[in-house]
């Protein structure tokens, strides 16, 4: 194996490691899920600095890290709900703002034309915000940490920032549809 593959091959174990995590979570063995996600996370980090630092990066590994990172948070999020860790709105909360950005990506790529995707800041806020928040939960539930009164401000701070991310998603996708099309004919007088 050529060492300029490994970034992908440790994306692709997150790849592996996710369903995992989710059956531990589901099952209630947060110990074991507490493990398999410190190693997953070990893996985003190390593939990352090894993408970086030695030019590593590829057109394979740009699509597959974004959707291993949100595969996994996304499987964190059903497990511990399913587990009853984290209510069921929560869920619902963090995959409509995943199913929004994605939705509105395909509706600009087919309506508009090709992008280049933006990270926004509020994107990655929300990002490192459900990113914590499952990181902190699932340690603390397999490591019999106290989760109260934490857990109560943490599950309203990650709704907030998957409103607000959403909504700035839209907000900034909308305005650069508008500028893109009709807007910008309607103000050169063209209908």
Partial sequence: MLWRHL???LT??????????????????????????LA???????????????RWQSELGGMLDPLADKLLMGLCFIGLT???QVPLWLLVFVLAR?????????????LIGPFAAEPRWLGKSSTLVQSSFVLVTVF???????????????VWTVAAAALLSGAD???????RAWQAGGGRNQRNGRA
């Fill in 40 to 54: 997953a996370v070990f893996s985003d980090l190390l593939d990352g600095y090894l993408a970086r630092r030695f």
């Fill in 169 to 175: 998603y839209v907000w900034h996708w909308s305005w």
């Fill in 98 to 110: 995943d199913v929004v950005i994605v939705t509105g990506a395909l509706a600009y790529r087919f």
């Fill in 82 to 84: 399913l587990a009853e």
């Fill in 7 to 9: 970034p992908n091959a």
């Fill in 140 to 154: 603390a539930l397999g490591w019999n940490w106290p989760l109260s009164p934490w857990l109560d401000y943490a």
């Fill in 12 to 37: 692709f174990l997150r790849l592996l490691l996710a369903p995992m995590i989710f059956y531990w979570l589901w099952q209630g063995e947060f110990g074991q899920a507490a493990g398999w996600l």
